[in-house]
């Protein structure tokens, strides 16, 4: 069974840094792209960066202050936030992809699995 369990959100002064983990079990998944999503008050859930081999893909909104990476051997994805605004406030969940992965694709929200998301608030 597959699950995904995101730690490391939480509350944050505007300006500040939190660094999301998020942890998958029941198969390996090296080949698939990991991402993370969020989705503020009365939102739509919207992406935020994603990884396949190396480098990342952002959304706009995070260039230059976020950077996802991962551990293929801890079959983990991290996402550091750094300059954090109050914009940023959200449930952040990540999720894994497999089959045909294109830069647009991960940007998609349809990914295979989603974890159960993590809080990040930042106060102004």
């Known amino acids: 069974q597959v699950q995904l369990v995101e730690s490391g959100g939480g509350l944050v002064q505007a300006g500040g840094s939190l660094r999301l983990s998020c942890e998958a079990s029941?198969?390996?998944?090296?080949?698939?792209?990991m991402g993370w999503f969020r989705q503020g008050p009365g939102k739509e859930r919207e992406f935020v960066a994603a990884?396949?081999?190396?480098?990342?893909t952002y959304a706009d909104s995070v260039k230059g202050r976020f950077t996802i990476s991962r551990d293929n051997a801890k079959n983990t994805v991290y996402l550091q936030m750094n300059s954090l605004r109050p914009e940023d406030t959200a449930v952040y969940y990540c999720?894994?992809?497999?089959?045909?992965?294109?830069?647009?694709?991960?940007?998609?929200?349809?990914?295979?699995?989603w974890g159960q998301g993590t809080q990040v608030t930042v106060s102004s």
């Open positions: 999720a894994v992809k497999g089959g045909i992965i294109t830069i647009a694709s991960m940007m998609d929200p349809s990914y295979d699995y």
């Open positions: 990884i396949r081999w190396s480098g990342g």
């Open positions: 029941g198969r390996a998944f090296s080949s698939y792209a």
